[in-house]
């Protein structure tokens, strides 16, 4: 079946620091990818559509200068935390669709932990 | 605004048994449903979907019914297993949006042996 895969799965780093999210489809194109994030207890937020080859659309009361989304293939979009504060730790999830299946479900990455001190 | 709702925080049954974990909406152009599951620490894993021009969709021991008047959608799983013990979530999506989905706030579900 289809699979996404989310690099890393943890991440520990000081406030400050910008950090990266890879999130990969492995086995079927993706033009659209979606980034979420759920706080523990929560349900997962919709933070952004990443689209490929354009910019990303983002939900209102996200901010875009701090939540920077690539979309560069159709395999591949990055979500980088700019200066991350410890407000923005979290579970980053991302979700992708199979483009040539409309009537296909989102398959979700496994996450990532963000945890900044 | 939550447009999705999952009422139950939590729901215990016995193995064997069925379990019902219901959802709410009340957006109505919402015409695409979808049950994912979730463990600690991992992405949701699909479970089943519903079209709104549909009112029941059965896949194994997974069956989603839909009541579009009341806005009301609910997931039985029959017989439960202990395996079967996560986070449920329910989403929704309608076609204009592009597939952006709006999810509840998740019904932890335990399986008792």
């Known amino acids: 079946g289809a699979v996404v895969s989310q690099h890393p799965s943890w991440v520990i780093c000081k406030s400050g620091t910008s950090v990266k999210i890879e999130c990969r489809s492995l086995?079927?194109?993706?033009?659209?990818m979606f980034w979420y994030r759920q706080f523990p207890k929560q349900s997962l937020m919709l933070m952004a559509t990443?689209?490929?080859?354009?910019?990303?659309?983002?939900e209102q009361g996200v901010e875009k200068d701090k939540f920077l989304i690539n979309h560069a293939s159709l395999t591949l979009s990055t979500l980088t935390v700019t200066s991350a504060h410890p407000e923005d730790s979290s579970f980053y999830i991302c979700s992708a669709r199979d483009t040539g299946y409309s009537n296909q479900p989102q398959h979700f990455g496994d996450g990532t932990r963000l945890s900044i001190l | 605004d939550q447009q999705v709702k999952q009422n139950s925080p939590s729901l215990s049954v016995q193995e064997g048994r069925i379990s019902i974990l219901n959802c709410d909406y009340t957006?109505?152009?919402?015409?695409?449903f979808l049950w994912y599951k979730k463990y600690p620490a991992e992405g949701p894993t699909f479970l089943i979907s519903i079209s709104s021009i549909k009112d029941k969709n059965e896949d194994g021991r997974f069956t989603v019914f839909l009541n579009k008047s009341a806005k009301h959608l609910s997931l039985h799983i029959v017989p439960s297993q202990p395996g079967d013990s996560a986070v449920y979530f329910c989403a929704a999506s309608e076609y204009t949006s592009g597939s952006r989905l709006t999810f509840g706030e998740g019904t932890q579900l335990t399986v008792n042996p």
């Open positions: 086995d079927f194109q993706a033009t659209t």
């Open positions: 957006n109505s152009m919402f015409d695409y």
């Open positions: 990443s689209n490929e080859g354009s910019k990303a659309t983002y």
